[in-house]
Nanobody
């Protein structure tokens, strides 16, 4: 069973940056898709950024495109979310997720729908002055 642990969250001022990390352990080689999701109080869970190691494709929700970057270090079994130009509306609990990807999977749909089998506990990101 894959285990995911997020870290790197915290308090940052608007316009600042944070880098989230998601360390994976267990059956890491069985999972080809990774994603970052967030959920703010009273709001639906949102797929922020997803990456497929099968073909290197990425997807970003429009609200973060150009500001956030997802990446993966296979040697460290770690996925990152670099967040720049942070806004107060980015405040949320951020989760990383992973799943094995069927050949027919469309990454965007998978990210938007949040159909991932393994989830971390989350790390809080608060953007406030």
């Amino acid at each position: 069973q894959l285990q995911l642990v997020e870290s790197g969250g915290g308090l940052v001022q608007p316009g600042g940056s944070l880098r989230l990390s998601c360390e994976a352990s267990g059956a890491t080689l069985d999972y080809d898709a990774i994603g970052w999701f967030r959920q703010a109080p009273g709001k639906e869970r949102e797929g922020v950024a997803c990456f497929s190691s099968a073909d290197g494709s990425t997807y970003y929700t429009p609200s973060v495109k150009g500001r956030f970057t997802i990446s993966r270090d296979n040697a460290k079994n770690t996925v990152y979310l670099q967040m720049d130009s942070l806004k107060p509306e980015d405040t949320a609990l951020y989760y990383c997720a992973a799943d094995n990807v069927p050949p027919y999977t469309v990454l965007q749909a998978m990210c938007v729908l949040g159909h991932f089998s393994s989830w971390g506990q989350g790390t809080q990101v608060t953007v406030s002055s």
